[in-house]
């Protein structure tokens, strides 16, 4: 007699070979259940910032088994065991999917929509589905290593950026080093297939963490803050005790403003603990520069209402109408946050 399981896997067996759409569905229920359950995560566990020993975790499993899939690769394919380099390939494959969904919400909230910091958290949402949704990984990215290498280094880039500035650097020296050590964390996926010698893939590691961190210190405002980010932003007549007195709304009329004398930008910016950033006020009229104003007290992370500071801008002559915003940025120029507003005639 045969065991029960056994009757149910040629059930199975034999009801996909008389219906083979279903051989070709499963790939999908999997994927949008393990999309289901990633979302589930992120919007009701993932609230907070993301623990630093959860992220620091995932990047070692993740570099130790990149590390060894490479090693072992080329004997496993030569004895026939491709369904072991493909589990382990599989295995990075949701290794870099649960790293991308634990970060993404830092970066969601640190990120600006109407700035190019935005860019990066769509490529990192981009990344987390094609990691999700298995026929959509294996149709581009599986058959070009080029591109399994890019998504490798996006999880492992905005992992440790969060992770380094979870343990107190400040965000621009975090977003460098973290771009160093995913060039040098990627060595082992740049080895050749066969090859043995490593010093070839540690010399393109070490050229490519070389331009990563020049592209991040020459233009920082493509990466967001994370997971430093901006509580709160208004427009105000004035500040008291570190809250804002008559917060005027995205409309404001020129003579309220001249009857002011002054108006001030008020803005609570979260920081994990640890942290110490200086910060600055950028003031726009109609997208030409008009003052910047570097604010006196750094921000010291760790309170949960974020740290309250605000700039003010003095000397108001008509005409003054036009678009204004004010750009929260740090001082090696990470945009934090913006607040816009108009000043009718």
């Avoid at 993301?50 to 990047?59: E, T």
């Avoid at 496993?76 to 970060?103: D, I, M, N, S």
């Avoid at 005790?241 to 020129?254: A, I, T, W």
Wanted: glycine fraction near 10%; proline fraction near 8%.
């Amino acid at each position: 007699m045969s065991p029960p399981n056994g009757g149910l896997l040629a059930a199975w067996r034999r009801l996909v070979a008389s219906h083979r759409w279903l051989g070709s569905l499963i790939p999908w229920v999997v994927s949008i259940g393990s999309l289901g359950l990633g979302l589930a995560t992120l919007f009701v566990f993932r609230r907070g910032l993301p623990h630093v020993s959860w992220v620091v975790g995932y990047l070692l499993f993740l570099w130790l088994l990149l590390t060894l899939l490479a090693e072992v690769r080329a004997p496993l394919e030569k004895r026939g065991r491709h369904l072991v380099v493909g589990a382990g390939e599989y295995l990075v494959q949701t290794l870099c999917h649960g790293l991308l969904l634990f970060v993404l919400p830092s970066y969601y909230f640190a990120a600006t929509v109407t700035s190019p910091n935005a860019a990066l958290v769509v490529l990192l949402a981009i990344a987390a589905l094609l990691t999700t949704i298995d026929p959509w990984y294996r149709a581009p990215v599986h058959p070009r290593p080029w591109l399994r290498c890019v998504l490798l280094g996006l999880a492992m880039f905005a992992g440790l950026n969060v992770a380094l500035a979870l343990v107190g650097m400040r965000p621009i020296v975090a977003a460098v080093a973290g771009a160093g050590l995913t060039g040098i964390g990627v060595a082992p996926a740049l080895r050749r297939p066969g090859r043995r010698d490593l010093l070839p893939a540690i010399g393109r590691a070490a050229a490519l963490a070389g331009v990563a961190m020049a592209a991040v210190c020459i233009d920082p405002v493509w990466v967001p803050p994370a997971p430093m980010f901006m509580a709160r932003a208004v427009i105000a007549r004035d500040v008291v005790g570190l809250e804002p007195v008559d917060v005027v709304d995205r409309l404001v009329n020129s003579a309220r403003i001249l009857n002011w004398g002054s108006l001030d930008a008020y803005t609570a910016v979260y920081a994990p603990s640890g942290i110490r950033q200086s910060i600055e006020h950028a003031w726009f009229r109609d997208g030409v520069p008009v003052t910047r104003i570097t604010l006196a007290a750094p921000v010291m992370g760790g309170r949960r209402e974020g740290f309250r500071t605000f700039s003010r801008r003095r000397g108001w002559h008509p005409p003054i109408a036009g678009r204004y915003r004010v750009d929260v940025v740090t001082t090696s120029g990470q945009l934090v946050g913006r607040l816009a507003f108009t000043v009718t005639p």
